[in-house]
């Protein structure tokens, strides 16, 4: 059974730096298996923040106006990171990473973010 799992959350200051970790196991990955991190804030739809391969030969930023984020994966260990910069109290979400594998999409359980002002 793949399982992802993130972990890193928790509470920052406004204007900080956070790193997440999506560390995914149970599966063999190849490289064109796709990834994605997402974010659910509070009365909010869940939305995507950018995808990246399992061989991190594709990588896909959302909407850049939702904040200086970046995606990047060490396939060695099986971990992709959200590196995220300058966070504001609208980044507060329960983060989310994702792993394709044979057509199904594996989620983890989520990590909080809240940011405060």
């Known amino acids: 059974q793949v399982q992802p799992a993130e972990s890193g959350g928790g509470v920052v200051q406004a204007g900080d730096s956070l790193t997440l970790s999506c560390s995914v196991s149970?599966?063999?990955?190849?490289?064109?298996?796709?990834g994605a991190w997402y974010r659910h804030a509070p009365g909010k739809e869940r939305e995507v923040i950018g995808t990246?391969?399992?061989?991190?030969?594709?990588?896909h930023d959302a909407d850049s106006r939702r904040g200086p984020f970046t995606i990047y994966r060490n396939y060695h260990d099986n971990r992709a990171w959200l590196h995220m910069n300058g966070l504001q109290p609208q980044g507060t979400a329960i983060y989310y990473c994702?792993?394709?594998?044979?057509?199904?999409?594996?989620w983890g359980q989520g990590t909080q973010v809240t940011v405060s002002s």
């Open positions: 149970g599966g063999i990955f190849v490289g064109d298996d796709m």
């Open positions: 990246i391969t399992w061989d991190a030969g594709s990588r």
């Open positions: 994702n792993q394709h594998r044979d057509s199904v999409l594996y």
